[in-house]
């Protein structure tokens, strides 16, 4: 008897409080669900036609007042794993839809990208999902900047191998992603390809490549004139630019890695999380609709939402450590440039940073410019 008044009394006092939702005001505002969404496959296309994406990892969207955590549903060790995670599938689905040239996933946003994708998450749980994204070329031209709502359903869990809960809102994003590009002409295609290569040239050395491109009082780049044929200093620029991709490459295979070891507990603890939502919700239709003895719903109801919470909790516990380890113990990069052999420590963000930097020196060493 005890035990059930225990439960109970826990119940009652969880329900109300801590009960992961999106913002009321926000709520108001946002867009209606994506619903079912059909990925857009491109049946053929030109090598011409293709651009490269970069996918920066997501912005966790953690509110600084970390007393607010618990009513948002927000878990700060999960969620920064979420931040690749997600990345790691919408890259996965602009794959599939053969529509693009090489795809990465970057440790931070890199605008000499041809088209780079950046995206902010506003609201994660098991119910549902809501993504601020927005996308650029290196021209500065504006393709996306809008907010994505998607819901899940009973039936998307439990989650088979390889599948998400969401995974419409990727194809979303996708879809309107190639609605824009095929408004552009092989010009405009052309032109981000040139302005990507000569924006990236001009970071590592604005002496030598500043005048090549030009920034309009539209905010937008634009080709001033361009290096020569075989132009032994852009040749440069592409194997310093190739030695970038080659740890941009290395990083986005422990990405994937995260995915699949993730995946199995991540998408039990969205499913028992889920649930709990679920419950929560009916709960306070409950209570704004009880009659007037006050009942709050059967014992068994509640005792199957504690178990449903204790096992949440549980996989929460999980999902943290294995996030932590992560975050906390990223493997280590060897790679060798100009004969020598290099080793990257601490974060996949640090190492990036440091790479560039030791790809700047190198570059500046081998042209005799001033090094940035």
Request: hydrophobic fraction near 40%.
């Amino acid at each position: 008897m005890h035990h059930r008044i225990l439960i109970v009394i826990l119940l009652v006092a969880l329900c109300p409080v801590g009960v992961p939702q999106v913002v009321a005001a926000e709520e108001s505002t946002l867009p209606e669900p994506v619903g079912a969404v059909q990925l857009k496959v491109a049946s053929s296309a030109a090598e011409d036609s293709l651009l490269d994406v970069g996918i920066a990892i997501f912005d966790a969207g953690i509110p600084a007042d970390k007393s607010s955590h618990s009513k948002l549903g927000v878990f700060p060790e999960i969620r920064k794993s979420e931040t690749q995670f997600m990345a790691v599938i919408l890259r996965q689905i602009l794959v599939d839809s053969g529509a693009w040239g090489v795809m990465r996933v970057l440790p931070q946003a890199d605008a000499s990208t041809q088209l780079l994708i950046t995206g902010k998450i506003l609201h994660s749980d098991g119910l549902s999902l809501v993504l601020q994204i927005t996308a650029g070329d290196a021209t500065g031209r504006s393709w996306i900047n809008r907010i994505y709502h998607d819901q899940a359903w009973e039936s998307d869990y439990p989650v088979v191998p390889g599948g998400d809960p969401f995974i419409d809102i990727y194809r979303r994003i996708a879809n309107d992603l190639l609605e824009f590009k095929a408004q552009l002409s092989a010009k405009d295609l052309a032109q981000i390809r040139q302005v990507a290569e000569l924006r990236y040239a001009a970071s590592l050395s604005p002496e030598a490549f500043g005048g090549y491109v030009g920034l309009g009082d539209d905010g937008r780049y634009s080709v001033l004139r361009l290096p020569a044929q075989g132009d032994p200093m852009m040749g440069r620029v592409t194997t310093i630019r190739n030695q970038e991709y080659l740890f941009i490459d290395t990083v986005d295979e422990q990405y994937a890695n995260l995915y699949q070891e993730m995946s199995p507990t991540y998408n039990l603890w969205r499913q028992f999380g889920r649930e709990q939502s679920t419950y929560r919700k009916e709960y306070e239709e409950r209570v704004a609709n009880r009659d007037s003895r006050g009942r709050r719903g059967t014992f068994t109801a509640m005792e199957q939402t504690y178990d449903a919470y204790k096992w949440s909790k549980i996989h929460e516990q999980d999902l943290d450590e294995l996030a932590m380890g992560f975050n906390n113990e990223v493997t280590p990069t060897v790679l060798e440039v100009s004969g020598k052999v290099f080793r990257l420590n601490g974060t996949l963000d640090s190492q990036y940073n440091e790479w560039r930097e030791i790809l700047r020196q190198i570059f500046a060493l081998e042209t005799g410019l001033p090094a940035q």
